[in-house]
Nanobody, 122 residues
Framework: VQLQASGGGLVQAGGSLRLSCVVS????????MGWFRQAPGKEREFVAA????????YYADSVKGRFTISRDNAKNTVFLQMNTLNPEDTAVYYC????????????????WGQGTQVTVSS
């Protein structure tokens, strides 16, 4: 299973970005997807997750109401729409895949993408 994340970049505070993660080598059906992020000097933290059908979503409190996770199983792709970004959102964002269900624990995800840098300037 390979994951390719894209869509990161430099944006001003208050701006928006949309991250994408394309999964190859496995169909996404029955797989849960998650986004995590890691800022310099900090541990990797959970951002958002979505169940295989797209009906179940879960967000970290810090992004709730600003970020939206979605998926297109036909395209083997998961998205993270990020609005009202602030400098505290600056991090490398990683997508991850696990069989069945949602998890907020990075250790529950066996497959990871390479990460995409998001930088929010004040």
């Amino acid at each position: 299973v390979q994951l390719q994340a894209s869509g990161g970049g430099l944006v001003q505070a208050g701006g928006s970005l949309r991250l994408s993660c394309v999964v190859s080598g496995r169909t996404l059906r029955s797989y849960g997807m998650g986004w995590f992020r890691q800022a310099p000097g900090k541990e990797r933290e959970f951002v958002a997750a979505i169940g295989w059908s797209g009906g179940d979503t879960y967000y970290a409190d810090s992004v709730k109401g600003r970020f939206t996770i979605s998926r297109d199983n036909a395209k083997n792709t998961v998205f993270l729409q990020m609005n009202t970004l602030n400098p505290e959102d600056t991090a490398v964002y990683y997508c991850a895949v696990r069989k069945l269900g949602i998890s907020t624990m990075s250790s529950d995800y066996p497959y990871w993408g390479q990460g995409t840098q998001v930088t929010v300037s004040s």
